[in-house]
T-cell receptor
């Protein structure tokens, strides 16, 4: 099955850029996803990238995909305190079951 | 539009008591359904998934079970809760052939 690895914590200053990284093992995922989980809530889809793309930009969010290295990253420009949350990357793998990393806790401080 | 409902939001249960968490999806048919558990400070652990009525796949052997009595209803159960069952339980659904998952708001279960 798919293994998805993420660093557990990231701390940034408000206004700086945040980069959250993820590596995965299964290259058959059609889409790769980033979810955001605010405290005590479920996960919400933040953005996704199709596996034949290298980059996708959506307002303050930039997703980069390096298929050769099986590396996915999420860049948040001008990070705000409201961006503090846990961010999960996820892929589908060949079985179409969402497989999630352990999540990266983003802490934004003034 | 599609919505997913999960209840209750919080639950405190004694050790050895039974459990029943319910999840329903509206606005779609034949969804893939999932139960995840998120222990404190840890990632999502897939517990069960279902691709159709009465079809349940278990990812982790434990004292929990799942059932899908109707197309858009997914139930997580236990006959006797353990302390280690405490956690945040999330129900989710996705369309067949597409793994974008839509999550419920979660149930915070505390076993005391």
């Amino acid at each position: 099955g798919e293994d998805v690895e993420q660093s557990l914590f990231l701390s940034v200053r408000e206004g700086d850029s945040s980069v959250i990284n993820c590596t995965y093992t299964d290259s058959s995922s059609t889409y790769l996803y980033w979810y955001k989980q605010e405290p005590g809530a479920g996960l919400q889809l933040l953005t996704y990238i199709f596996s034949n793309m290298d980059m996708k930009q959506d307002q303050r969010l930039t997703v980069l995909l390096n298929k050769k290295d099986k590396h996915l990253s999420l860049r948040i420009a001008d990070t705000q305190t409201g961006d503090s949350a846990i961010y999960f990357c996820a892929g589908g793998g060949g079985s179409y079951i969402p497989t999630f990393g352990r999540g990266t806790s983003l802490i934004v401080h003034p | 539009s599609q919505t997913i409902h999960q209840w209750p939001a919080t639950l405190v249960q004694p050790v050895g008591s039974p459990l029943s968490l319910e999840c329903t999806v509206e606005g779609t048919s034949n969804p893939n359904l999932y139960w995840y558990r998120q222990a404190a400070g840890r990632g999502l652990q897939l517990l069960f998934y279902s691709v159709g009525i009465g079809q349940i796949s278990s990812e982790v052997p434990q004292n929990l079970s799942a059932s899908r009595p109707q197309d858009r209803q997914f139930i997580l159960s236990s006959k006797k809760l353990l302390l280690s069952d405490s956690g945040f339980y999330l129900c989710a659904w996705s369309r067949l052939q597409n793994t974008e998952a839509f999550f419920g708001q979660g149930t915070r279960l505390t076993v005391v």
